[in-house]
């Protein structure tokens, strides 16, 4: 009798061990069954499609919960997507390379925004009265960018070299692309690296533009970001994964077919005046980077000394969900 009632006894224990277990997972899923992927982003233009995607609820329809948090550059997104601070991080692709040069287990894996003589969204800006009206110029100035060691800086070494101004002779400081004109106007700096939205306030109020430092001399395609994800988490969460891929591709055809919305989405989310967007360049959207593009960042990274190694694009590249 004892021995039936500690059989029924432990009977008990593994059906309400079970009952647990399905209660706890009931209730640490979203009550819409949608599933969570958090998200690292800026509040630039580039980042239109997500934007897009997330007011037209493309990402919901796709089965996916986002938890969006803002960041003031690609390579302080990848850290916390490193860190497990978010799942999926946009990023420049020369922060995502030098975070894969040095061995982390990042990939491009979505989405990607470029930049050429019909998408024009940066500009090295200074004050009219600073008197600086050429990059020659720029010799023993402060200039603004936003992070360090990211396509910003990169390419701004680029275009100065390009006017007989080696790095060594110039002061970079780090500033929010928000903040860039108050400490130009304070004279904290000589110049800024601006990107738009910002770039077209930076006219509206009067600054002098001395040139697109993005964009090499002959104005030829630069590939700029993408989303990238441990190569761990996209093996765990296929099916996210999966999901956001598709999401953000029609996102990113919604955003090339519907400028006019495009814009004010833009003006929403960056909380810059709808006139400003209405006028200001807009990047080139495509479904993911290219082997090409990459390559040519690496080349130019390696010049600048940003990576020592045979670092290939192939590296960078999710192969896994098409």
């Known amino acids: 009798m004892k021995r039936r009632s500690?059989?029924?006894?432990?009977?008990?224990?593994?059906?309400?061990?079970?009952?647990g277990l399905v209660m706890y997972r009931f209730l640490h899923r979203p009550?819409?069954?949608?599933?969570?992927?958090?998200?690292?982003?800026?509040?630039?233009?580039?980042?239109?499609?997500?934007f897009l995607g997330v007011d037209n609820h493309i990402f919901e329809r796709n089965g996916l919960k986002l938890d969006l948090q803002q960041a003031p550059g690609g390579s302080v997104i990848l850290?916390?997507?490193i860190g497990g601070g978010v799942d999926v991080g946009f990023s420049n692709l020369v922060s995502l390379a030098?975070?894969?040069?040095?061995?982390?287990d990042l990939v491009a894996f979505a989405g990607g925004a470029f930049e050429d003589s019909r998408h024009q969204l940066h500009g090295l800006v200074v004050t009219r009265e600073s008197g600086i009206d050429r990059g020659e110029a720029l010799r023993g100035k402060t200039i603004a960018v936003n992070t360090r060691k990211n396509i910003d800086h990169l390419l701004l070494l680029q275009w100065l070299r390009g006017r007989g101004v080696p790095p060594s002779e110039v002061k970079l400081?780090?500033?929010?692309?928000?903040?860039?004109?108050?400490?130009?106007?304070?004279?904290?700096?000589?110049?800024?690296?601006?990107?738009?939205?910002?770039?077209?306030h930076a006219r509206k109020r009067g600054l002098k533009v001395l040139g697109n430092y993005f964009l090499p001399e002959d104005n030829s395609k630069v590939e700029v970001t993408s989303y990238a994800a441990r190569k761990r988490w996209l093996a765990k969460n296929a099916k996210a994964a999966e999901a956001f891929v598709a999401a953000l591709r029609e996102s990113i055809q919604y955003a090339n077919t519907?400028?006019?919305?495009?814009?004010?989405?833009?003006?929403?989310?960056?909380?810059?005046?709808?006139?400003?967007?209405?006028?200001?360049?807009?990047?080139?959207?495509?479904?993911?980077?290219?082997?090409?593009?990459?390559d040519y960042l690496l080349g130019a990274m390696r010049s600048e000394g940003f990576i020592d190694t045979r670092f290939s694009a192939g590296a960078m590249l999710w192969t896994g969900i098409h």
């Open 173 to 200: 400081v780090e500033i929010p692309f928000p903040r860039m004109e108050t400490v130009l106007a304070a004279g904290e700096v000589q110049a800024a690296a601006i990107v738009e939205p910002f770039l077209e």
């Open 6 to 19: 500690r059989v029924l006894f432990m009977g008990v224990v593994v059906v309400a061990a079970c009952l």
């Open 258 to 294: 519907h400028e006019q919305e495009l814009r004010s989405t833009i003006a929403k989310w960056t909380r810059v005046d709808a006139s400003l967007t209405a006028q200001m360049g807009l990047p080139g959207f495509a479904d993911s980077p290219t082997v090409q593009g990459i």
């Open 98 to 104: 030098l975070a894969g040069s040095q061995g982390m």
């Open 79 to 81: 850290e916390s997507v």
């Open 31 to 50: 009550a819409s069954g949608l599933i969570p992927v958090r998200v690292g982003y800026m509040p630039i233009a580039e980042c239109g499609p997500l």
